[in-house]
């Protein structure tokens, strides 16, 4: 089966300055990848996604990079603020009919942004 | 819209009473429907998926099981609990195999 590998596992940055969270997969069939924020006590949300016909995506501050070869992708934040702070989650999904929309999770990475 | 709802919203129990937590989900048809498990501080763990009435896979084996009576809920149950079901208990759904995964808003178990 799928296995999502995300690090660092924490990360602490000053507001203002730029946050990479990183994953790696293992099923080359894996093709579609979101993104969530899960804040303290609350639902994990999703904040973007990206599927393996696009290399990169952007929306606003985040942004969403994908190397299919090395089974990579990952979430870069610019221009942090005291409100990311929370937990991020990756994950993969083989799209099609046997996978039935099943997601794998990333462990999770503590984002702290300090003022 | 779609909504999707869960309860109770934190439940604490005892170690071997039963357990059933519920999920319903409002302004969609056919959804498909998960649970997941989240122990403190750590990932999210899919329990059981299913794509209709009556179909429940399980992913891992363990003291809980699943039920799906009608379209829209999802019932999360166990006979006996263990220390170890505690954790922060998260259904989903999605439109379709390809869709978004929208989450509740989770039930928070303890188990004393």
């Known amino acids: 089966g799928e296995n999502v590998e995300q690090h660092p596992s924490t990360l602490s940055v000053q507001e203002g300055d730029s946050a990479v969270i990183k994953c790696t997969y293992s099923d080359s069939a894996s093709n579609y990848f979101p993104w969530y924020k899960q804040e303290l006590g609350k639902r994990p949300q999703l904040i973007i996604d990206i599927r393996s016909n696009v290399g990169e995506k952007k929306d606003q501050r985040i942004a969403v990079t994908l190397n299919k070869t090395a089974k990579h992708f990952s979430l870069h934040i610019t221009e942090t603020q005291p409100e990311d702070s929370a937990v991020y989650f990756c994950a993969a999904r083989r799209e099609g009919g046997t996978s039935y929309g099943k997601l794998t999770f990333g462990q999770g990475t503590i984002l702290t942004v300090h003022p | 819209s779609q909504t999707i709802h869960q309860w109770p919203a934190t439940l604490v129990q005892p170690v071997g009473s039963p357990l059933s937590l519920e999920c319903t989900v409002e302004?969609?048809?056919?959804?498909?429907l998960y649970w997941y498990r989240q122990a403190a501080g750590r990932g999210l763990q899919l329990l059981f998926y299913s794509v209709g009435i009556g179909q429940i896979s399980s992913e891992v084996p363990q003291n809980l099981s699943a039920s799906r009576p009608q379209d829209r809920q999802f019932i999360l149950s166990s006979k006996k609990l263990l220390l170890s079901d505690s954790g922060f208990y998260l259904c989903?759904?999605?439109?379709?195999?390809?869709?978004?995964?929208?989450f509740g808003p989770g039930t928070r178990l303890t188990v004393t």
């Open positions: 989903a759904w999605s439109d379709d195999w390809e869709g978004w995964q929208y």
């Open positions: 302004g969609t048809s056919n959804p498909n």
